[in-house]
């Protein structure tokens, strides 16, 4: 079991920047792979970024077309918090942000997501 707590938000104005925030804890896992998405009233969540297996050993992050550029994943230290920094933010950017955590087994990333609580982001013009 994880447990995946997010942080951060509010309102910006376009152009402006925010970063989210995830903190994945639990004694199942000492490591995690993690997703962020986004979601609008009536509509599926959409993936914008997400860590999947590369190799035995290495993961890459995978961006959508929308936010290639503008939108980073990072990680804390402790390797247990991560971040999206999102910069150039439009005002379609606005929408519920979720963060997913997944543990890590031996052969690599684990399929089951365990969702934060979501946080909104909303961007005028």
């Known amino acids: 079991v994880i447990d995946v707590v997010q942080s951060g938000g509010g309102s910006v104005q376009a152009g402006g920047s925010l970063t989210l925030s995830c903190k994945a804890s639990?004694?199942?896992?000492?490591?995690?792979?993690l997703g962020w998405y986004r979601q609008v009233p009536g509509k599926a969540r959409d993936l914008l970024a997400r860590?999947?297996?590369?190799?035995?050993?290495?993961?890459?992050?995978t961006y959508a077309d929308s936010v290639k550029g503008r939108f980073t994943v990072s990680r804390d230290n402790n390797k247990n918090t991560f971040h999206l920094q999102m910069n150039n933010l439009k005002p379609e950017d606005s929408a519920m942000y979720y963060c997913?955590?997944?543990?890590?087994?031996?052969?690599?990333?684990?399929?089951?997501?365990?969702w934060g609580q979501g946080t909104q982001v909303t961007v005028s013009s």
């Open positions: 860590e999947e297996d590369a190799g035995r050993t290495t993961r890459r992050t």
């Open positions: 639990g004694n199942t896992y000492h490591s995690y792979c």
């Open positions: 997913e955590a997944r543990g890590v087994w031996p052969w690599g990333c684990d399929a089951f997501q365990y």
